[in-house]
């Protein structure tokens, strides 16, 4: 059953994992497509407004061809000047302007964002009548050659479109060049974000529902096995404990059936006697499972006033006679209090917890009697075998007992500790423990006296 458990779990696990792997690419995926979906948005306004620039201004527009003649005319008027002339396109006249032409109509088409943008530079090529390409420069789009604009680098910015132009210098040369447009939305992730909102919200939520509902379902079952497994054991101890008796009471009988047992009164009674011993402790056995296996709703109090000390008190000098060879020490403070209680269900619950000490190996119990904010305590501290940490979660459960299995040193049925249990939720109090495994334990516990 564990074992099946343990694959259970892990079969989930990988499933669950699975499924989250699976949810990841779903999102990632359509983050992607909304990114591309975001940069199309952005591509076709900007293209829409920069289709030809001389929609910005025409004047300038014109100048700047203008200026790229000039530059042509001086380069075939004389070769030497190829080294400036990158330095003279870059250090355009009309970048001023035209970065602020640009940047009003960006801000009038979009509003809500903050757009930069540059224009850069990446071919200037100049034919001769042969068609001979005398490359000036061609380079791949870099910040480096931004003719206007007021972008800074080029890092999270995407290509809108280029411009291929051509201008005549004379009948043997022309001019070819080539120019990239490049934006950056400010924020950019934040509104992909914003627009996927909905989806990752709802991706989460399942992921938590999945998970969490996957944690109650195992913990579920885990308690399931557990109880079952405590269930079994009481089965087997009750029949363990049964069957001692009844093996006497059948030979027993059997004996009395002969007749020269019969003829002899000593014998005879002797026979009659241990049945009768034998009859009690069954009788004794079916009592305690029928008593102390009552549930809260069950046991119905006959609550009197009654002084706790005084009842601590009584119940310590009774144990004490039944147990003369544990040392008890007490320290009982004294207090008028006056509690509402079931004087005989709190004293078989307090002499559980004592004779669980006695059970588990203890010499020295030590009982401290305490009141503090109108809550009742007493505390039971023993030198036994202790309860390890791990067994403590489920020590007043019906039937729970630390030794599991049937490898059992003390005889008990788990039901003694779900009494007092029971007993103290019904005065709206309760029961705590402090131990560990070879180191005693201290049972706390608490009535309030409200
Ligand atoms: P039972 O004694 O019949 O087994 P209880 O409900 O009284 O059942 O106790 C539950 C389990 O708690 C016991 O089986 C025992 O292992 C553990 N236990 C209870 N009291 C003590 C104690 N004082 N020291 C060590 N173990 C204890």
Redesign the pocket.
């Known amino acids: 059953m564990k074992q099946k458990i343990n694959l259970l779990i892990g079969f989930s696990s990988v499933v669950l994992i699975a499924l989250i792997a699976m949810q990841y690419y779903l999102v990632k995926t359509s983050y992607d497509y909304k990114v591309a979906q975001f940069h199309t948005e952005i591509k076709e306004k900007i293209s829409k407004i920069t289709n030809d620039f001389t929609d910005i201004d025409s004047t300038v527009m014109s100048s700047k061809d203008i200026y790229y003649n000039r530059l042509l005319k001086s380069y075939i008027k004389d070769t030497n000047f190829k080294s400036e002339l990158k330095t003279k396109l870059l250090a355009n006249p009309y970048r001023d302007v035209l970065t602020e032409l640009l940047r009003r109509k960006i801000n009038l088409e979009f509003p809500k964002n903050k757009i930069d943008f540059a224009v850069v530079t990446n071919k200037f090529i100049v034919f001769n009548s042969q068609q001979k390409a005398d490359t000036i420069f061609s380079e791949k789009p870099a910040i480096g050659n931004i003719l206007y604009g007021n972008l800074a680098s080029l890092d999270n910015a995407f290509s809108i479109r280029n411009y291929v132009g051509t201008s005549i210098g004379d009948s043997n040369y022309k001019l070819l060049t080539e120019e990239t447009l490049f934006v950056s939305v400010k924020n950019w992730e934040q509104i992909i974000l914003q627009r996927m909102a909905t989806i990752l919200i709802l991706s989460v939520f399942s992921i938590l529902i999945l998970i969490t509902l996957f944690v109650i379902a195992i913990r579920a079952l885990i308690k399931q096995k557990k109880v079952s497994d405590v269930k079994t054991d009481f089965i087997n101890n009750i029949t363990h404990e049964l069957k001692t008796p009844l093996t006497t009471l059948s030979v027993s009988t059997k004996i009395l059936e002969r007749k020269e047992v019969q003829e002899n009164p000593e014998l005879f009674h002797s026979i009659l006697e241990t049945i009768n011993r034998q009859n009690t402790r069954l009788q004794n056995l079916v009592d305690q499972v029928m008593s102390n296996s009552l549930g809260i709703e069950e046991i119905e109090l006959q609550k009197e006033k009654v002084q706790p000390n005084l009842l601590v008190k009584t119940i310590v000098s009774d144990f004490e006679l039944a147990y003369p060879n544990v040392k008890i020490q007490t320290e009982i403070v004294f207090s008028e209090i006056t509690l509402l209680l079931d004087k005989f269900h709190l004293t078989t619950a307090i002499n559980?917890?004592l004779e669980?000490?006695v059970?588990?190996?203890?010499q020295n119990i030590s009982i401290k009697t305490s009141l503090e904010n109108s809550t009742f305590s007493i505390g039971i501290q023993?030198d036994?075998?202790?309860?390890a940490k791990s067994?403590q979660p489920l020590?007043?459960e019906k039937f729970?007992?630390?030794?599991q299995g049937n490898v059992h040193n003390?005889?008990?049925?788990?039901?003694?500790?779900?009494?007092?249990d029971q007993i103290l939720k019904a005065h709206k109090g309760n029961i705590k423990v402090v131990?560990d495994l070879g180191k005693?334990?201290l049972?706390t516990i608490s009535i309030p006296s409200a």
Do not use: M, P, Q, W
């Not at 036994?384 to 309860?387: D, F, H, V, W």
């Open positions: 559980n917890v669980n000490a059970k588990y190996g203890c023993d036994g075998i202790g309860i067994k020590l007043f729970y007992r630390v030794e003390t005889k008990g049925l788990g039901l003694g500790l779900y009494y007092v131990s005693g334990a049972f």
